[in-house]
């Protein structure tokens, strides 16, 4: 019986021969090595491959924008030739005459004329059965009031001071009116420049504007029309050129 056991030979676990892996053991070790090698190498290689992407994309990017910027240039110098084109086929008289709305409102203009106020009625002493919306300034009744300036001659208006130009947009939101984007409360002010006499006999008789008046009456709606011998309006702040244009051709 031998006391230890010597190199080489086995060692029994529960009656079984254990031998001791030796070159397995080597080899492992020269594998482990090998991979992490190997895995060193490819992440430099993918770090380098990386920082040269980056950098091209980089160089990709800086002259993407300068070539987008040569086109804008471009655009821009076509954009001018054209209207340029454009201003060589308009007649002179509509270039220098400024006698029509459009031309007017991108000018301060000053003259005779008349403003009408409108209000709502008075809430402290409603009607019995009275429906509510009589009661209150409507966009019709603005809209009825503009129309019959603009029949009688008006040159120029406002509404609210707000100098009215062809896209003017004046809208009832609720109990306030919009008016060129900003919003205001009653009493509504709409001014008319122009030969006052027409302008205050258009108002007088259009017939929308007459059966306002039964309102009026019936249900105390404010109304009131003054005569001025100048009114000041400033010029219009809405950009009024022209930013889609399609050429029409002729025979389809």
Request: glycine fraction near 8%; aromatic fraction near 4%; hydrophobic fraction near 35%.
């Amino acid at each position: 019986m031998k006391a230890c056991s010597q190199p080489g030979d086995d060692v029994k676990l529960f009656g079984r021969p254990l031998k001791r892996p030796r070159g397995r053991t080597l080899r492992s070790a020269a594998s482990v090595l090998l991979v992490t090698t190997a895995s060193g190498i490819l992440f430099v290689a993918s770090a380098h491959s990386n920082s040269e992407t980056r950098s091209q994309t980089h160089v990709d990017l800086a002259g993407l924008v300068g070539h987008r910027q040569n086109e804008v240039k471009e655009l821009q110098d076509s954009v001018a030739s054209l209207k340029d084109q454009i201003a060589g086929h308009v007649p002179a008289t509509n270039q220098q005459g400024s006698d029509t709305v459009d031309e007017l409102s991108k000018h301060p203009v000053s003259g005779p004329g008349i403003t009408v106020t409108l209000s709502d009625a008075p809430t402290d002493t409603v009607p019995d059965n009275v429906n509510p919306n009589d009661l209150v300034i409507h966009q019709q009744d603005i809209d009825d009031v503009m129309n019959a300036m603009w029949e009688g001659g008006a040159e120029a208006m406002t509404v609210q001071g707000v100098r009215i130009a062809p896209r003017t947009v004046v809208r009832c939101i609720g109990n306030v009116i919009l008016v060129g984007g900003t919003s205001y409360s009653p009493p509504y002010k709409i001014s008319a420049i122009g030969n006052v006499n027409q302008l205050r006999n258009s108002v007088e008789t259009n017939p929308r504007v007459v059966n306002y008046q039964r309102y009026v009456a019936r249900y105390g709606l404010g109304w009131d029309l003054k005569t001025s011998d100048n009114l000041e309006f400033p010029a219009s702040a809405q950009d009024l050129s022209l930013r889609y244009a399609q050429v029409v051709k002729e025979n389809g």
